[in-house]
């Protein structure tokens, strides 16, 4: 076990009243201590900053950034990418649970120098995945991973709220949200930073819940948002295949 990283965890958040607080508390409850949680709300208009803003009352390592115009949350993550001062950072979504190691075992993994990323298991209705006896965390190739990122449903994904970064290649490579996309903006962020990078770990164990909420973006997309979203999923194909196999 390790505690000498300090983890970042950006929750981005807009109208979540209901379930931020639920968020919060899996939060706080980590067994991994050193960690500092910055809540970015997107100019919500309910009392989402109140919710949040009792954490930080309670915990010197929770603080809100506040957004004065709802922008959408890529531009929440970019947010939290800029003020965050720490050797990796991890999205966790306003409305999902994590289990009480979660940060402990991203951690783990990216005390080693060389490690660009880490990615643990999610439960997500019936697209779960993990694996209920893991091997911890092991080593997996750049081809592995970026091949995952299109692929819906995969163990590794292209997803940002199961996996840990290294904010020093995020800003070294200029690394960032999209912030015109409304979809598939996390599919996009991941292949550009896999691209970029070469050393990957991976613990099956399902640390990460997702929690499907009525009126989110995924399930209320335009024909427009789905028309950007297979550009982009082209785009990555298109990278991927400058990859050595």
Known sequence: MN???????????????????KTLDSLANQQYRNFEVIVVDDASTDKTVAVAERYVKLDPRFRVVKLTKH??????????????????????????????????????????????????GYRWGFRGAGALEHRGLVSVSKREVYDSINTRGNLIG???????????????????????????EDL??????????????????????????????????????????YEVRQHIDDMGAKIPS
């Open 158 to 184: 292209g997803y940002v709220w199961n996996k840990a970064f290294r904010v020093s290649v995020l800003r070294e490579k200029q690394i960032r949200f999209d912030e015109t996309l409304d979809l598939a």
């Open 71 to 120: 922008s959408g949350v890529s531009k929440a993550r970019n947010a939290g990418i800029d003020d965050a001062k720490v050797e990796a950072i991890t999205f966790v979504d306003g409305d999902d649970l994590v289990e009480p190691d979660f940060l402990q075992v991203m951690a783990d993994g990216m005390a080693e120098p060389k490690v660009d990323m880490v990615t643990v």
């Open 188 to 229: 996009l962020f991941t292949a550009d930073y896999v691209y970029a990078t070469n050393n990957f770990l991976l613990d099956a164990k399902p640390l990460y819940e997702k929690v499907s909420r009525p009126g989110s973006t995924i399930h209320s997309a335009s024909f427009k948002q789905r028309e950007r979203e």
């Open 3 to 21: 505690d000498s990283i300090l983890m970042t965890v950006v929750v981005p958040t807009h109208n979540l009243e209901n379930y931020v607080g």
